[in-house]
């Protein structure tokens, strides 16, 4: 079972930028693919990134394309999202999120394709 620690979170202003990492820990951390989601007060969770187990296939909400950037480090069990450009409408709690998989190639974009979620970490953009 793996454990999802999420840091990084902030408030900061439009068009800054802000770097989260989620942290996993657990029996064989790295062999998960791994996402971020987002939810903003009163809306349902919505994916924002995902990246495969091998981190060389990566996926991105057409919200977030060209401003965000997923990565991992397998080393050290942790999954970054670099986000540029902040717009207030990023406002948001950020998750994420790990699926055990045996294949290093394939990412995941549903909810209900992950198995393990992080408590979250707060970003706030101001206008």
């Known amino acids: 079972q793996a454990q999802l620690v999420e840091s990084g979170g902030g408030l900061v202003q439009a068009g800054d930028s802000l770097r989260l990492s989620c942290a996993a820990s657990?029996?064989?951390?790295?062999?998960?693919?791994m996402g971020w989601f987002r939810q903003a007060p009163g809306k349902e969770r919505a994916f924002v990134a995902a990246?495969?187990?091998?981190?060389?296939?990566?996926y991105y909400a057409d919200s977030v394309k060209g401003r965000f950037t997923i990565s991992r480090d397998n080393a050290k069990n942790t999954v970054y999202l670099q986000m540029n450009s902040l717009k207030p409408e990023d406002t948001a709690v950020y998750l994420c999120?790990?699926?055990?998989?045996?294949?290093?190639?394939?990412?995941?974009?549903?909810?209900?394709?992950?198995?393990?979620w992080g408590q979250g970490t707060q970003v706030t953009v101001s206008s």
């Open positions: 657990g029996r064989t951390a790295s062999n998960y693919a």
């Open positions: 999120a790990a699926r055990r998989v045996s294949n290093r190639s394939y990412y995941y974009t549903r909810l209900d394709d992950y198995d393990y």
């Open positions: 990246v495969s187990w091998g981190g060389g296939s990566t």
